[in-house]
């Protein structure tokens, strides 16, 4: 009506400009195909970038193995799977931090455990190992695999315990239950992911037992182990610990069976 002073709003109202615009999806299906794809140029590119590096400072260091026979080298399997490793982190860190704009650890699921947790998951991986060492043999089995060979020398057992006990559990669960648990659980659904990632590290492992099938089971179960832990904990830090513990007890009784790395011949890994 006329002489009505008009009805104002005192609530304030967004500007359009003001608005952030909606950040990157996480998880996505491009970028899960983005990271398989960048996993096998990682793998090429290590490859190429420690061969190399091993003809460049072959002369000057006096290295007497052939190129064609450094497929069967503890030392230069173990650098090339450390290059490779380094590359695939490269990678994630990258899509995360840059890509998605999250803090890494975050992103991934990392939470922090206890001192009490800690002790209760490093335990679990260690009875997890008595288990898998104690386990009867239901599948045909065989002790002379690709992974037993490895342990080549005393320096080669050394080098391949500390790769095993110090490096391989971290980097494993970052790839699978901390980078594809995420790309599955998010595209498909926790169980998807619990079963996928723990298929997927058996088939990782399976080079490395071919023809040894019941310890390609029991790998298998571990996994599935491992990524229950993660399915149901909802961090990435007990698996990490599961495998750390897992593959602590499994060197330590080689060591000891094997006299110290010092009796490899014809020694069983488990």
Same mark, same amino acid.
């Given at each position: 009506? *006329?002489?009505?002073?008009?009805?104002?709003?005192?609530?304030?109202?967004?500007?359009?400009?003001?608005?952030?615009?909606?950040?990157?999806?996480?998880?996505?299906?491009?970028?899960?195909?983005?990271? *398989?794809?960048?996993?096998?140029?990682?793998?090429?590119?290590?490859? *190429?970038?420690?061969?190399?590096?091993?003809?460049?400072?072959?002369?000057?260091?006096?290295?007497?193995?052939?190129?064609?026979?450094?497929?069967?080298?503890?030392?230069?399997?173990?650098?090339?799977?450390?290059?490779?490793?380094?590359?695939?982190?490269?990678?994630?860190?990258?899509?995360?931090?840059?890509?998605?704009?999250?803090?890494?650890?975050?992103?991934?699921?990392?939470?922090?455990?206890?001192?009490?947790?800690?002790?209760?998951?490093?335990?679990?991986?260690?009875?997890?190992?008595?288990?898998?060492? /104690?386990?009867?043999?239901?599948?045909?089995? &065989?002790?002379?695999?690709?992974?037993?060979?490895?342990?080549?020398?005393?320096?080669?057992?050394?080098?391949?315990?500390?790769?095993?006990?110090?490096?391989?559990?971290?980097?494993?669960?970052? @790839?699978? &239950?901390?980078?594809?648990?995420?790309?599955?659980?998010?595209?498909?659904? @926790? &169980?998807?992911?619990?079963?996928?990632?723990?298929?997927?590290?058996?088939?990782?492992?399976?080079?490395?037992?071919?023809?040894?099938?019941?310890?390609?089971?029991?790998?298998?179960?571990?996994?599935?182990?491992?990524?229950?832990? &993660?399915?149901?904990?909802?961090?990435?830090?007990?698996?990490?610990?599961?495998?750390?513990?897992?593959?602590?007890? /499994?060197?330590?009784?080689?060591?000891?069976?094997?006299?110290?790395?010092?009796?490899?011949?014809?020694?069983?890994?488990?």
């Amino acid at each position: 009506m *006329l002489g009505e002073t008009p009805e104002v709003s005192l609530v304030p109202q967004a500007s359009p400009q003001l608005v952030p615009p909606p950040g990157p999806k996480l998880w996505s299906w491009r970028d899960l195909i983005l990271f *398989l794809a960048s996993a096998g140029l990682a793998q090429v590119a290590a490859n *190429l970038l420690v061969l190399a590096g091993y003809l460049g400072l072959q002369p000057a260091l006096g290295w007497q193995t052939p190129p064609q026979a450094l497929r069967h080298n503890t030392f230069f399997l173990l650098v090339l799977q450390v290059v490779f490793y380094g590359l695939v982190v490269g990678y994630v860190y990258l899509l995360v931090v840059a890509g998605y704009r999250q803090p890494f650890w975050a992103a991934l699921r990392w939470h922090k455990p206890t001192t009490r947790h800690t002790l209760l998951f490093f335990l679990g991986g260690t009875l997890l190992c008595v288990v898998v060492v /104690l386990a009867p043999r239901v599948l045909p089995d &065989r002790e002379d695999f690709p992974l037993l060979r490895l342990f080549s020398s005393p320096p080669a057992a050394y080098a391949l315990a500390a790769f095993a006990v110090f490096l391989a559990p971290f980097m494993e669960e970052l @790839i699978f &239950r901390g980078v594809l648990f995420r790309f599955f659980e998010n595209l498909v659904g @926790i &169980r998807f992911a619990v079963v996928s990632t723990a298929v997927l590290f058996a088939g990782l492992h399976l080079p490395e037992y071919w023809g040894a099938w019941n310890h390609v089971l029991l790998i298998s179960l571990v996994g599935v182990v491992f990524s229950l832990a &993660r399915g149901l904990t909802g961090s990435l830090a007990p698996s990490v610990i599961l495998h750390i513990a897992y593959n602590t007890g /499994l060197m330590v009784a080689f060591f000891f069976e094997t006299h110290q790395f010092r009796a490899l011949g014809g020694a069983a890994l488990f």
